[in-house]
């Protein structure tokens, strides 16, 4: 239950396309979506998040599209660079206080998805 | 956003010793911080969280007297991998939580650790 399914695991997409990567979670008690982008040496960056609340969040050209009955939220990167190219998370957490000892939550991440973006 | 430092980047060792890795919040309080493991091509796994001024908690299957967790403040959190052999090479990345209560974490670059 604690399981976020991503996919696909590789993405190839033309500059100016649109990358659409896509991740489904069980755990209904899940309230809060962040996305991670990942260069290869370097650690995560946040990148865009999303609560169960709101169905569509936008920054720039990342979107964040939510689908709290069908437990699923997808990525949307528009115009895809090259410099796009990336391995990206999506992860979710437990609101906070429920299962933490701390002041924040553990993320369960996805596989991840290698995005590459052709010129 | 917030920034979170990790020293060294690299790192390279023989079999056998101990390596000890920093983990900083430069310019926030983290109460809760958290270590990660990631093998290449792979997904982050999540060792410990750690919180500042009590016991790391491991999540199942990490040792933990093999992966010893101190926060002893609120913006450095280490990690000492201890008797390290070539199967604890990896990379390994922490994340802190900005305070107040937040669901926000942001991560460190990561610690290159390579045992010969």
């Known amino acids: 239950q604690q399981q976020v399914k991503q996919s696909p695991q590789s993405l190839i997409v033309q500059k100016g396309g649109i990358s659409i990567i896509n991740c489904a979670y069980e755990?209904?008690?899940?309230?809060?979506f962040p996305w991670y982008q990942q260069f290869p040496g370097k650690g995560p960056a946040l990148l865009i998040a999303i609560r169960p609340d709101v169905s569509e969040k936008k920054e720039g050209r990342f979107t964040i599209s939510f689908n709290k009955s069908a437990k699923q939220f997808s990525l949307h990167i528009m115009d895809s660079q090259p410099g796009d190219s990336a391995t990206y998370f999506c992860?979710?957490?437990?609101?906070?206080?429920?299962?933490?000892?701390?002041?924040?939550?553990?993320?369960?991440f996805g596989t991840g998805t290698r995005l590459q973006v052709t010129l | 956003g917030a920034v979170v430092s990790q020293h060294p980047s690299r790192v390279i060792c023989k079999s056998g010793t101990s390596v000890k890795i920093e983990c900083r919040s430069l310019d926030f309080q983290a109460t809760t911080m958290f270590w990660y493991r990631q093998f290449p091509k792979q997904s982050l796994m999540l060792m410990a969280t750690s919180n500042e001024g009590s016991k790391a908690t491991y999540e199942q299957g990490v040792e933990k007297d093999k992966f010893l967790i101190n926060h002893a403040s609120l913006t450095l959190s280490t990690l000492t991998v201890t008797s390290a052999h070539p199967e604890d090479s990896s990379f390994y990345i922490c994340s802190a939580g900005t305070s107040p209560l937040t669901d926000t974490q942001y991560f460190g670059p990561g610690t290159r650790l390579t045992v010969l």
């Open positions: 992860a979710a957490s437990l609101p906070l206080g429920t299962i933490n000892t701390g002041t924040a939550s553990k993320l369960t």
């Open positions: 755990n209904t008690a899940f309230d809060y």
